[in-house]
């Protein structure tokens, strides 16, 4: 404990190593030696499968006579006008519970690098410490404090924060779980850390003399967060959206868990129509969808954000 | 007034520390609830404080089984990502090669896909090559999505390291592999280290990706999802309350023994 509460270790300094050029090895086979079992596992496990995928989607048939390639592209257009309502729920969900995070995050990550003290390092165990705790064991604690007998949901109703909830159609009556609420509040929570942690990497990296030259220069606190902590931090924040927004949109269990059959989303409707309808071509369809949908979004926020050296 | 100007002084402070009161808080329910005694087969209201879920972590068959299947996966997973994923940074940082672009891509796309989408692609190849799930499906799954997450946590470690440290080694006539043994691998050791830990903890934690590729085998997180329809016992709790005690030890400890070398070092 008392090593904890000592001084926190100095911010590493970039390390700029003078980066001579890498020395010239012998052997011009080595570096695909060393890409081709791990390359091919990545080839086999991970690329080969989407393209299976692929032309899964465009087969028809029964699990009993076994499927052929037929080019049916129209189970692409049937899953669509069946499970749009879960597509554009996905969406709305994950991009709440992302701005969520950023909300609640920013904060929190701006209070671990600059005002933590000697307390940063263990304020950074507490937020990582969770991630080893079985994640399906803490959702299903927010049954418990969501339950409709208590706490939280008698507070929110005596403030009548739940009529206006309920107006908005985020609840249902006096009820927050089983409603699209305690579905947000739970993604919110379990992709918290990925929205600290790489907000809190760029965040540390800003030199605190920058902070303090705005100051002499007459800068309110207000503007020199909006002038230069907030720009500077910018990384931090596209990677920290994406790292939230990309695994909520497909995630099925904070809907199946804390949600109602009216908060499916489109994880939920992939995960049934696989493991429970066996309808495989509309399930790969759609999966395929969700594929592209993220690729296209994350790569046209990339070039838009213009951090393309975040990988 | 002054109070208004203090609070305003401390508004980051306090709404850092709200928000990690949220992150904290259903840890906090897991711990109180180990020691609850549910009255039916859900354990989500409290009724009375009771140690026997402690006392009988094994009580509920099949608890323990998955919770060393997911144990023994986690560890070979790790091993095997750790491996292949630190072969491919040093290759990436250390080696110029054609289709670097292609590489790179390849490595990348797994994280920035859902897991759902890597899941269900996974299983139309188990399905249409007629593979039997189970043990190796799960375990081949959990190779291949925390490969990357080890190849970046590698790579940012390699890339910060002094080439002329090696040139050095070879100037006192270490061999290749006596300046790999002895100077590259204990500078790189630590972020091999953070990979493999991160790599352990996806792994164990797994739960979509393991729904997909497990047919009928049950690891932990797949115990925990089928007694979320049947009725949760206590014993979750205990295990996940252990879980949360044993990492914070962890890494306190490291963190002392850490601190302890460097000012060894000084």
């Known amino acids: ?311 | 007034m002054t109070f208004v100007n203090w609070l305003k002084r401390r508004l980051v402070v306090i709404a850092g520390l709200l928000t990690l009161g949220y992150l904290l808080l259903p840890v906090v329910v897991v711990a109180v609830f180990s020691f609850n005694k549910p009255k039916g087969r859900f354990n989500y209201e409290w009724q009375e404080f009771s140690t026997d879920a402690w006392r009988d972590p094994c009580g509920v068959s099949g608890l323990c089984g998955s919770l060393s299947l997911s144990l023994q996966i986690a560890l070979w997973a790790t091993l095997g990502a750790t491996v292949l994923g630190t072969m491919i940074a040093f290759a990436l940082v250390r080696y110029r090669f054609r289709a670097r672009g292609a590489v790179n891509s390849l490595v990348f796309l797994p994280m920035a896909m859902p897991e759902v989408v890597m899941a269900a692609s996974l299983l139309t190849l188990f399905l249409n090559m007629g593979v039997r799930l189970g043990f190796w499906t799960i375990l081949i799954a959990h190779v291949m999505f925390c490969l990357s997450f080890v190849v970046v946590a590698v790579k940012a470690r390699v890339m910060s390291m002094d080439p002329r440290l090696e040139q050095a080694a070879q100037d006192l006539y270490a061999g290749p592999a006596q300046t790999f043994l002895r100077v590259t691998l204990p500078i790189a050791a630590p972020g091999i280290a953070a990979g493999a830990l991160l790599a352990f903890a996806l792994s164990f934690d797994d739960f979509i990706i393991t729904n997909f590729t497990s047919g009928s085998t049950v690891t932990f997180p797949m115990f925990v999802w089928g007694s979320a329809q049947r009725g949760t016992p206590v014993q979750i709790n205990v295990v996940g309350t252990a879980m949360f005690v044993v990492a914070v030890l962890l890494v306190l400890v490291s963190m002392t023994v850490g601190n302890r070398r460097k000012r060894q070092k000084a």
């Open chain 1, 1 to 311: 404990m008392a090593t904890v509460t000592q001084s926190p270790p100095p911010a590493p300094a970039p390390a700029q190593a003078p980066r001579a050029k890498p020395p010239r090895k012998r052997g011009r086979r080595t570096p695909y030696l060393l890409l081709l079992p791990g390359l091919l596992w990545l080839f086999v496990f991970f690329a080969l499968p989407v393209i299976y995928q692929a032309s899964t989607s465009v087969q028809t048939g029964s699990l009993e006579d076994g499927y052929e390639v037929t080019w049916h592209f129209a189970t692409y257009w049937d899953a669509l006008s069946a499970y749009w309502p879960q597509f554009v729920r996905s969406v709305l969900y994950a991009a709440s519970a992302t701005v969520l995070c950023l909300v609640l995050g920013y904060p929190l990550a701006y209070l671990i690098a600059f005002r933590a003290g000697r307390w940063r390092n263990l304020i950074m165990i507490l937020v990582i410490a969770p991630f080893f705790a079985s994640f399906l064991i803490r959702t299903l604690a927010w049954k418990t404090i969501l339950a409709d007998s208590g706490p939280v949901v008698e507070i929110l109703n005596a403030l009548h924060v739940l009529d206006v909830t309920s107006w908005l159609g985020w609840t249902a009556g006096d009820r927050v779980l089983a409603t699209p609420l305690a579905v947000v509040c739970g993604l919110t929570y379990n992709f918290l850390p990925f929205m600290v942690l790489p907000l809190y990497t760029s965040l540390e990296r800003i030199d605190p003399r920058l902070h303090e030259a705005a100051n002499d220069l007459y800068a309110r606190p207000s503007t020199t967060f909006r002038r230069v902590t907030l720009p500077l931090s910018m990384p931090g924040v596209v990677s920290g959206t994406l790292l939230t927004f990309i695994p909520a949109t497909g995630d099925y269990i904070n809907a199946d868990l804390l949600g109602s059959t009216d908060t499916r989303m489109i994880g939920n409707v992939i995960q049934t129509q696989f493991l429970r309808i066996l309808d495989y071509p509309t399930a790969a369809a759609l999966s395929f969808i969700l594929m592209a949908a993220i690729l296209f979004a994350v790569t046209v926020y990339i070039r838009k954000s213009g951090t393309e050296d975040l990988v």
